[in-house]
């Protein structure tokens, strides 16, 4: 009896314990949040790491681009500076040597515009508004691959999950058709090998279903890297309504073509780099020309030295001797000017305006011979110019095979779709047949087996078909400019 007891103790607890783990799955299962296509699109432009490396490529882009307007400005620069001076120093205002401790400020500005460059400020200005709109353009193709990476995984989510509840429904109904044949074998209707058959089955549809979920958590993950969110994140898409009704496509693949070479933004950016490196080209073929450009300075100084009374010549002269003349005795004068005090001191202001001096001056540069560095970078120009047209060679090229590949598979899904649609109505109307005559004796269990898995096998192939047909149709319509919606 204690035995017994305890035997029941234990399964109610265990029972209880399974009873609680389960209701805790279903309340986490339905916390997940489930994620429409738009919010998996924005999260993965806000944490793509490209988009955010295209977005600095605009900023630096716009950075040169105001730097080079600037550059039609004129420079201005201005400074100062104070010294200490110890011993013989020159009187600036006398300029005269005196033997005495000093101070002295200096102050100086100048400007200078360029007139002339060979239009090489023009050409860098138009070089660089170009390269704003290829960095912006640059940043649309970004933004479009993580787009189409995003509704890429996000449909293998959808047509995984499709897979994965076919999968379910046949592991279900070959274990509702298993109790039925146990059933029969213990009324000695069937034979043991019918049921060891039917076990076979069952174990095979529970790996059909084991790899369908695995193929399934793949494409979350796969889904969850493309929006840089960790594995461990619970998700779950929204399934919308897609229907595959219509199986026509409206244009050719060359008018596609046509239309995506004016929307697509690497068409755009490959153009416009080819226009920014004919201005660079221009730009650096200037530095043939000669430059002109005009130029002002200012500059004024003080000196303690002078800080005394300020002096200014009367107009009177005195005479001093300064030796005689050889032969004649002849008194030999000098002249030195007589002053006369018009102020008790000369400090700094007074200084720096009769100090002040100015200077405005053309200056002209004729390039004569540098190394053949403007040479080399004229070449170097050109050579960049013809890759760039290269590119958009390649670019256009890539697009266009990208489309007429995309535009084969969709008729081709279209194709297929069509054909699986009535195969599964088929194998549908064969296999209820055929469940009945199984049921009533009339049917092999292989025959059985062959008809339920044709089954399982068309379904399989007309969902694949289906989203194949409608991911193709959808980037058929984003080469056309049309935004992707599910």
């Known amino acids: 009896m204690r035995k017994t007891l305890l035997l029941i103790c234990t399964l109610l607890t265990g029972f209880g314990a399974m009873a609680q783990e389960v209701k805790a799955q279903e309340v986490k299962t339905e916390d997940i949040k489930k994620w429409t296509l738009q919010e998996c ?46 011993g013989r120093a020159l009187n600036p205002v006398t300029n005269l040597f005196v033997n005495r401790n000093s101070n002295a400020i200096n102050v100086q500005g100048s400007a200078s515009l360029l007139l002339f ?7 860098s200005f138009r070089q660089t508004q170009k390269d704003v709109l290829a960095s912006n353009a640059d940043l649309n193709k970004a933004k479009n691959d993580v ?14 999950q499709e897979l994965f509840e076919n999968a379910k429904y046949q592991l279900n109904s070959s274990e509702q058709q298993l109790e039925r044949i146990k059933k029969q074998v213990a009324a000695g209707a069937l034979s043991i090998s019918n049921q060891l058959n039917q076990e076979a089955q069952v ?82 073929k200037g530095r043939y020309y000669p430059s002109l450009s005009l130029n002002a300075s200012a500059q004024s100084n003080y000196s303690s030295v002078s800080d005394g009374p300020r002096s200014q010549a009367d107009g009177t002269f005195t ?48 390039p004569v011979f540098n190394g053949l560095q403007t040479r080399m970078n004229v070449q170097r120009s050109a050579i960049n110019k013809e890759l760039a047209d290269i590119t958009v060679k390649e670019t256009e090229n890539t697009l266009r095979q990208s489309i007429e590949t995309a535009y084969n598979d969709a008729t081709a899904a279209a194709k297929t779709y069509s054909s699986s649609n009535k195969q599964v109505n088929a194998q549908q109307e064969a296999y209820r047949m055929n469940k009945q005559r199984f ?6 269990f292989v025959e059985y087996q062959v008809s339920e898995n044709d089954l399982f096998r068309a379904k399989s192939d007309l969902t694949r078909a289906k989203y194949n047909f409608i ?16």
């Open 41 to 86: 699109v924005n999260v993965a432009l806000e944490n793509n790491l490209r988009v955010k490396r295209s977005i600095y490529g605009v900023q630096n882009a716009e950075s040169f681009y105001t730097q080079s307007k600037a550059a039609f400005l004129p420079t201005v620069n201005v400074g100062a500076s104070y010294g200490e001076n110890f």
């Open 471 to 486: 991911f193709k149709k959808k980037v058929l319509d984003f080469y056309q400019g049309k935004q992707i919606e599910l």
């Open 147 to 160: 787009i189409l990476n995003v509704v890429t995984y996000y449909i293998n989510v959808i047509f995984n």
């Open 319 to 366: 005479n001093t001797p300064i030796g005689f003349v050889d032969g004649t005795g002849q008194v030999v004068y000098t002249q030195t000017p007589n002053t006369v005090q018009v102020a008790n001191s000369y400090g700094r202001v007074d200084q720096l305006q009769d100090n002040l001096f100015k200077n405005i001056s053309l200056q002209l540069n004729i």
């Open 203 to 284: 174990a095979t549809n529970e790996v059909n279903l084991i790899n369908q979920e695995n193929a399934l958590n793949l494409s979350l993950l796969q889904l969850k890297q493309s929006l840089q969110l960790p594995a461990s994140t619970p998700m779950e898409v929204e399934v919308p309504e897609l229907q595959a009704e219509d199986l026509i496509l409206a244009q050719t693949a060359e008018e596609i073509y046509q239309i995506a070479l004016s929307t697509m933004p690497e068409i755009k950016s490959a153009i416009l780099k080819v226009q920014s490196a004919e201005f660079a080209l221009k730009s650096n």
């Open 117 to 123: 460059n060979g239009l090489r400020l023009q050409n």
């Open 439 to 444: 049921e009533l004796g009339g049917l092999s």
